[in-house]
Nanobody, 128 residues
Framework: VRLTESGGGLVQAGESLRLSCTPS???????????MAWFRQAPGREREFVAA?????????IYADSVKGRFTISRDKVKKVMHLQMENLRLEDTAVYYC??????????????????WGRGTQVTVSS
């Protein structure tokens, strides 16, 4: 399964962006069984967890404290795409954002143990 991110860019602090992640499916059912997440890595820093969403209907979502209340992770099972809506962006949100996925799994586990599927990343830059 290949993961493709899109939607990154340059914005000013306080503005919004929406990232998307589209898996290239192995089977028609692939998207349904993927638990999916976003991680990010800023220059000189460790990669960190941002948000995760459960497979199938995406009823369970988990967020890092640093983005809670500003970011929303969601999935569209018809279009087979996962989104990260980012509001009120801050300078410290600047990073490369990576889509991550695991067949089955759980959002809780992915907080500390990323899945084995990664996208190439999309740059998000927030300026003052």
């Amino acid at each position: 399964v290949r993961l493709t991110e899109s939607g990154g860019g340059l914005v000013q602090a306080g503005e919004s962006l929406r990232l998307s992640c589209t898996p290239s499916p192995e089977t028609p059912n692939t998207f349904t069984i993927l638990t999916m997440a976003w991680f990010r890595q800023a220059p000189g820093r460790e990669r960190e967890f941002v948000a995760a969403i459960s497979r199938s209907d995406g009823l369970t979502t988990i967020y890092a404290d640093s983005v809670k209340g500003r970011f929303t992770i969601s999935r569209d099972k018809v279009k087979k795409v996962m989104h990260l809506q980012m509001e009120n962006l801050r300078l410290e949100d600047t990073a490369v954002y990576y889509c991550n996925a695991q067949k089955y799994g759980s959002p809780q586990t992915m907080q500390t143990t990323p899945g084995d599927l990664w996208g190439r990343g999309t740059q998000v830059t927030v300026s003052s």
